[in-house]
């Protein structure tokens, strides 16, 4: 979405019933098969297509002008118990909620930059209001793997538990789930929280990210799979042919560098 662009949201609630009894409202369980993701290019004009049960997020340039967003509902009790009339208001809300997320999560990793002062406070352990706040270091990879696992969940409007982030956690670090107890996965989210990263959704053991962990999420993985990742593999001779743009550099670098060392008589043997 660049600057001028329009944006124009829809929602589609097919299928509602006529009012029924009230029934009270129950948890929904994560779909068998887990959450489906497209991105289809069809010429010049991208698609997004996410689909949870028989609910569909679609996201295209409406007659290559508009960005559009379109949230169709098929079932209501995809997100609560009954299908009835008087749960439209509820529906909408759930809708916009969505709506308003996809978009946030868009808009975040177009734009993550963090300032030195916001990298800083990370890294650094301190003590506010009595609690001891550890550091989340960068180069850490346990703290890498949090990171990488929590961009995972930033399009879910109801958040995510415990259960649901540890085994991403521990896949990421290579690392058998037995080996990553539910004590050390608490631990970690309380690091988080405390950072400002995540926040508990009241009354609940769900946990949401925050605009600034949005932010940090999305900056240290961008930073580290498409940065220092493949940068330090440039950094070795590699036994091909191909070409590696970064290492070529940085040879030229050192043979400036040893330039302006023999014209300063630097040099060992310049001694």
């Not at 068998?32 to 949870?52: D, E, F, K, M, W």
């Not at 960068?138 to 649901?164: E, I, K, S, W, Y």
Request: glycine share 6%.
């Amino acid at each position: 979405m660049g600057a001028g662009s329009r944006h124009r949201s829809v929602l589609r609630l097919p299928g509602l019933a006529h009012p029924a009894p009230a029934e009270a409202g129950r948890q929904q369980a994560l779909p068998t098969h887990g959450y489906r993701t497209r991105v289809i290019t069809t010429g010049i004009a991208p698609s997004l297509h996410v689909a949870y049960k028989h609910t569909d997020v679609k996201q295209y340039f409406k007659e290559e002008r508009a960005l559009r967003t379109e949230t169709t509902i098929n079932d209501p009790t995809d997100f609560q118990s009954r299908k009835a009339l008087e749960t439209l208001p509820q529906l909408r809300a759930t809708g916009t909620r969505i709506h308003e997320q996809v978009l946030t999560v868009e808009r975040v990793s177009h734009a993550c930059s963090l300032g030195q002062d916001a990298l800083a406070q990370l890294q650094t352990p301190r003590q506010q209001d009595g609690q001891r706040i550890p550091a989340l270091q960068f180069g850490d990879p346990r703290v890498l793997a949090l990171l990488q696992a929590l961009c995972r969940f930033a399009h879910l409007p109801a958040g995510f538990r415990n259960r649901d982030l540890r085994p991403h956690v521990a896949a990421l670090l290579g690392r058998d789930l037995t080996t990553y107890s539910r004590g050390a996965m608490t631990y970690d989210l309380r690091r988080l929280r405390l950072h400002g990263l995540i926040e508990r959704v009241p009354r609940t053991h769900r946990y949401t990210l925050t605009s600034f962990g949005l932010r940090v999420a999305f900056f240290c993985s961008k930073v580290h799979l498409r940065i220092l990742r493949p940068g330090s593999a440039a950094l070795l001779d590699p036994p091909d042919d191909l070409p590696h743009p970064l290492r070529d550099a940085l040879r030229l670098l050192d043979q400036a560098i040893d330039q302006l060392c023999a014209a300063a008589q630097l040099h060992p043997e310049a001694a």
